[in-house]
């Protein structure tokens, strides 16, 4: 029941560093990170933090999406890299197969309903119900699903920042057990006021651009975006010329705080090794491990101590390219998935902007220069978050 | 792949200790939960911390792996549409009256979806697979369908899968402004002709395993979703082909159990439907006894599966013909505003 290979057909990216992955590659070949203070988002603390949005109000990305602009933001994004990946797979038209939209979000509509929650809390029948209609993640979804064409299965994932690559594992399955033939999985999270100021709260934010894995490291700098990957069957890919295979995945638990990873990173650890596993790969196969690196205190240390543990015969090249995109939360792992096919496809090891000093607890060291033309077999792509909520996700050539 | 439920736990308008012995009745638009003493499960300094969607979650969940007989589940799997609304509504509030100033941590950590599902795994210390199904009327059936694809892969494991919606005094306000609701009583709610129904919240949890057990309760056969059907006869196709691959037919059905909610465009639908295909099938319902929430077919499942094992059906669930007497099989259809369908077939084991 459970057999076959999933295959990565094709991948769309809308990020702060590009409005499509040709633009997204563009940037980190040109050492050019997204970071800047907030043009669209209206917060007070607009001068404080610097993000990484998508360079475009929502009249425009509304027109690229072909969608009404008072639509979430959220979905806006969502359609725009939904589409790109669809038509980059070169499969045609979306009728033809058993075809299911998973899309992953943290924050659904939540730009709009803090706009209708001005109104409302100054009385409880004000406020345009237009404005919440889309609050809830599997709404943002179905406009898309519904823009898309896809009638067989439309789901939403949120495992907060893992929630990305959770939705390519749940395609991936569909497809192994013969549900569908064809997955577009992702995810998708607009900046919104809720999280910075959540983030904020947490103080996790830098009032600088984010240093991932660096040892001046003081947090990270949240980004908006979205990112799908199109999955599909080996029948369909017969069809086709896919860029690589997704060979293994693992979601594990960290089982240690609701919103810190453990020092040791045993839930990391977990979903790293399973994922090898189920690929049928050693530590030494991995070419590239594209990390979760967010810039954080935490994230980095138990990510870091993780991938020591488990690459202990020598870590392969690895970076965070949130020092690019910033971290995006429930697209993170569609943007990175996307990222990391790529770099099979084309032999791209990304950079990591912003290092400059090694971390002391850590033998490696990421990577600061782009680069084509590397002989990858097998790339990592690793997201880890809140709720303990570890994945990771292998991409093969073959 | 099919599964047993080993365990089950459910936290709802209804006292779980009596019903459906006994059925509690509400008048208004919405139901309460009667809650259980939740000190049993958690702290109780964090008890007041928690919204009550990761209450009833973390009580609901408890209760399924202790009548399961099990104390560390190989997965945890879980759906809400709302995900936790109190702690959002909290935050939000504060963060639009004060200006986004002076917010404090706690209500953003508790309001992020994957929030109960994460609470389990610390509780228990479970490093096994989380996930956090959140779309709508399809969140609890994608993590019963996650659960079945695991077992398929790995038929070793007990997996823990549930859901968990609640009501706030903001959503409330919010959705019945669209019009969702009436006032009624719930022993006349689906006699009541008119459009509307009554809201309600609870949280459902299931221990799903391949092999049956001296604990096991019923069998969860299929699992199946329908998105945005054109007509009650497409829907109605569906219906036949779903239980045509499960090697039955209409008439093989014991228990039709739906979604019936008081509303009349919502029932007519089920009607149109049954006048089709399960015209000599006895119909029940349960929304009368938990409110409407888009994850109310936990209520069902719980039910259903409580029913399957007891050999019997509270007369207050039916809506049409006689309850059956030792029943075989019982399938759930739901559907929220037509635009969402679920199939649950639940079979004697």
């Known amino acids: 029941m459970m057999t076959g290979s999933v295959w990565i057909a094709g991948g769309g990216v809308i990020s702060g560093i590009g409005r499509n992955l040709g633009e997204c590659v563009a940037s980190f070949e040109a050492m050019q990170p997204g970071m800047a203070y907030m043009q669209h988002l209206h917060s007070a603390h607009a001068q404080t933090f610097p993000v990484v949005e998508v360079k475009a109000g929502n009249d425009e990305l509304a027109a690229i999406a072909g969608m009404p602009a008072h639509w979430s933001r959220t979905a806006l994004l969502s359609r725009i890299a939904a589409q790109e990946a669809w038509e980059a797979s070169g499969l045609g038209d979306i009728r033809q197969y058993r075809t299911g939209f998973v899309s992953a979000n943290t924050v659904g509509g939540m730009d709009k309903t803090e706009e209708f929650m001005e109104a409302f809390l100054t009385g409880s029948s004000k406020g345009k119900l237009r ?34 690559a959770n939705a390519l594992m749940y395609g991936a399955r569909m497809i192994r057990a013969g ?73 594990a638990n960290d089982a240690y705080h609701q919103t810190a990873s453990s020092p040791d990173g045993i839930g990391n650890f977990m979903a790293m090794k399973a994922a090898l596993e189920m690929g049928g790969l050693q530590p030494e196969d991995i070419g590239y491990i594209n990390l979760h690196g967010t810039g954080t205190q935490n994230n980095d240390s138990s990510e870091g101590l993780a991938i020591s543990r488990l690459f202990a015969g020598g870590v392969p090249p690895a970076s965070s390219t949130k020092s690019f995109t910033g971290h995006t939360l429930g697209a993170s792992g569609g943007i990175e998935a996307v990222f990391s096919a790529l770099a099979l496809r084309d032999g791209i090891i990304y950079p990591n902007a912003n290092f400059s000093v090694q971390m002391r607890e850590l033998a490696f060291s990421p990577v600061t220069a782009f680069s084509r033309g590397n002989n990858l077999r097998n790339v990592m792509s690793n997201s880890f978050g809140f709720g303990g909520n570890c994945s990771s996700l292998v991409f093969s050539k073959e | ?83 936790c609304l109190a702690d959002t509504g909290v935050f939000l509030q504060k963060l639009v009256t004060q200006q986004e100033d002076m917010l404090t941590p706690t209500a953003f950590i508790q309001s992020t979806h994957n929030t109960v599902a994460g609470q389990i795994a610390l509780l228990l210390g479970c490093h096994a697979y989380n996930n956090t199904f959140v779309h709508g009327a399809f969140s609890l059936e994608n993590a019963l369908q996650d659960s079945l694809l695991l077992l398929a892969e790995d038929p070793s494991r007990n997996i823990l899968a549930g859901a968990t919606d609640e009501i706030t005094d903001y959503s409330h306000t919010i959705l019945r402004r669209f019009g969702l609701y009436k006032n009624a009583h719930t022993s006349e709610l689906l006699q009541s002709q008119s459009q509307g129904t009554m809201a309600g919240e609870g949280a459902a949890f299931f221990v799903l395993s391949a092999g049956k057990g001296e604990h096991s309760i019923a069998q969860l056969t299929a699992v199946d979703m329908l998105y ?44 149109t439907v049954e006048q089709s295909m399960f015209s000599n099938t006895p119909v029940a319902a349960f929304k009368h006894f938990c409110g409407e929430y888009p994850t109310a077919a936990a209520f069902g499942v719980w039910l259903a599966a409580g029913s399957l094992r007891r050999g019997s059906i509270p007369e207050e669930a039916m809506v049409k013909g006689q309850p059956p007497v030792q029943p075989e099989r019982i399938l759930i259809w739901n559907h929220h505003h037509a635009k969402h369908h679920s199939l649950i077939l639940l079979e004697k084991c």
């Open chain 2, 1 to 83: 792949m099919k599964a047993f439920i080993q365990g089950a736990g459910c936290v709802s308008a209804q006292d779980s200790n009596v019903f459906p012995g006994e059925v509690r009745n509400y008048e208004g638009d919405r139901l309460p939960v009667a809650d259980p003493d939740y000190k049993q499960w958690i702290d109780i300094k964090q008890i007041r911390r928690m919204g009550r969607a990761i209450k009833m979650g973390v009580a609901a969940s408890h209760m399924s792996l202790e009548s399961a007989g099990i104390k560390n589940p190989d997965a945890i799997i879980m759906g809400t549409a709302y995900g």
């Open chain 1, 179 to 251: 549900m569908l033939d064809v997955v577009i999985a992702g995810g998708t999270d607009a900046l919104t006021r809720f999280t910075l100021n959540g983030f904020n709260t947490l103080m996790i934010l830098d009032q600088q651009q984010c240093r991932p894995f660096d040892d001046t490291r003081t947090g990270l700098n949240l980004g908006e975006g979205a990112g799908y990957v199109v999955l599909v069957s080996d029948a369909v890919a017969k069809e086709i010329r896919p860029w690589c295979r997704l060979s293994g995945f693992a979601n």
């Open chain 1, 131 to 164: 404005q919440v209609v889309h609050h809830e993640c599997g709404a943002v979804t179905e406009l898309v699903a519904d823009a898309m064409g896809v009638r067989h299965h439309v789901s939403t994932i949120s495992t907060a920042c893992s929630s990305g």
């Open chain 2, 228 to 271: 945005r059907p054109a007509s009650e006869a497409e829907t109605a196709e569906h219906i036949r082909a779903f239980l045509q691959r499960n090697g039955l037919q209409p008439a093989d059905v014991s228990l039709l159990l739906t979604g019936r909610n008081g509303d009349t465009t919502n029932d007519r639908y089920y009607e």
